[in-house]
């Protein structure tokens, strides 16, 4: 790991440890955790993958995976901001033909801008590659209606990356990415996120109503979109989700490892940690959080240097770092018992955040046909 990796890593440390703090009333709130977001930007956080050039912090998949993960561990909600944030950035710095694009990355490095993605829609559902909303043309701009939902950062981003068909096409394929800004006319949020879990990342539906995009805005080619999606979007968004789950994992490992240290059977004279089978539980809990946090560090080095079954890798991680973490914090929970349960330990919110996490599309499920496709040598779509 490089001195440079290892500095961006460390500034993830010590915002992981500011996140932490603002967690719970973030959750219990289900608010917008804007300290936590402010410290992302202080740090130069937002723009770890961009270009040196442009002010950013030019780092590479495995970065990225380590820094997402240990922000996961302090706040996951943070973490999932943090992540579809980087997946939008990571478009934008793609998209050669958008006018404005060095100045937008430039913005985002120095902590001024946050971007995210607005692909699922209600028609498709998790099925976020295949829009079915249709752009028209207008001049030589194009109008987007869409019912976008889960939308993460909606109402607070500052520009959306969003897809839609082009005007032309038939297949649900045939789509196309637009830099939409937060003040665009006919765009609004339609609701506000209270979910189980990851309650802070404000993951929205959005309705997009005639709103006119300029073609100089377009992120794509005409009819493009769906490369981008499975090419750029795809890789960053499964390895960063992959990552929020293992830095959950970890949290709920650590939350457990302390309570069994701090929590006495005072009849006993003795720490809950003195019971074989919690202290087996535990460890079942880090075999786990361990051999994913290692596998989420292969991904990305396959990412880094691609090889023939880099895409199958990539497939897999979100997959099995989402089941993992569904495992440990269900064990976490087991482990606490009834003290867990009463909302008083941080593990329950660890245990709702890994499910929230583990439907974001593209959920378990397909992943899991995704994945057969790919060993059966089959076409994914």
């Not at 990225?64 to 478009?91: D, N, W």
């Not at 960063?240 to 970890?250: D, E, L, N, Q, T």
């Not at 997959?319 to 941080?346: H, I, N, P, Q, Y």
Request: glycine letters at 10%; proline letters at 4%.
């Amino acid at each position: 790991m490089s001195q440079s990796s290892i500095q961006w890593i460390a500034r993830a440390d010590a915002a992981r440890d500011l996140l932490a703090r603002h967690a719970p009333d973030v959750d219990r709130e289900a608010r917008w955790p804007a300290e936590s977001v402010a410290a992302l930007a202080e740090a130069r956080l937002l723009g770890l993958t961009i270009p040196v050039a442009l002010g950013g912090g030019g780092q590479g998949p495995r970065t990225f995976a380590t820094v997402v993960c240990r922000l996961a561990e302090g706040c996951a909600s943070t973490a999932m901001i943090y992540l579809m944030h980087v997946c939008g950035t990571q478009v934008i710095a793609g998209a050669n033909g958008f006018a404005r694009r060095d100045q937008v990355l430039k913005d985002i490095a120095s902590g001024r801008h946050i971007s995210t993605l607005a692909f699922s829609e209600k028609g498709s559902r998790s099925h976020f590659w295949a829009p079915v909303s249709q752009a028209k043309v207008d001049g030589s701009a194009q109008r987007i209606s869409a019912d976008k939902s889960w939308v993460t950062s909606a109402g607070h981003a500052d520009s959306y990356v969003v897809s839609t068909r082009s005007a032309n096409g038939t297949e649900p394929t045939a789509s196309t990415l637009y830099f939409v800004s937060k003040d665009a006319a006919g765009m609004t949020v339609s609701g506000r996120w209270t979910g189980l879990g990851l309650r802070g990342n404000a993951s929205a539906p959005m309705k997009l109503d005639k709103v006119l995009v300029p073609a100089t805005d377009r992120l794509s080619g005409d009819g493009d979109g769906f490369g981008v999606m499975v090419n750029t979007v795809l890789p960053w968004f499964q390895l960063g989700s992959a990552g929020v789950a293992v830095g959950i994992a970890r949290a709920a490992v650590s939350g457990v490892r302390d309570h069994l240290n701090e929590a006495k059977l005072e009849h006993l004279g003795q720490p809950l940690a003195s019971l074989p089978n919690l202290r087996a539980e535990l460890a079942r809990m880090q075999i786990s959080a361990d051999a994913q946090g290692a596998f989420l560090d292969h991904v990305a080095g396959r990412m880094e240097n691609p090889q023939s079954d880099t895409m199958l890798a990539v497939l897999e991680s979100k997959a099995a770092a989402a089941e993992a973490a569904l495992d440990v914090t269900d064990l976490a929970m087991r482990a606490c018992g009834g003290t867990a349960f009463s909302g008083k330990l941080s593990v329950e919110r660890n245990f709702r955040d890994a499910r929230a996490g583990s439907v974001m599309a593209p959920t378990t499920d397909v992943l899991y046909d995704f994945i057969g496709k790919a060993v059966l040598g089959m076409p994914l779509f």
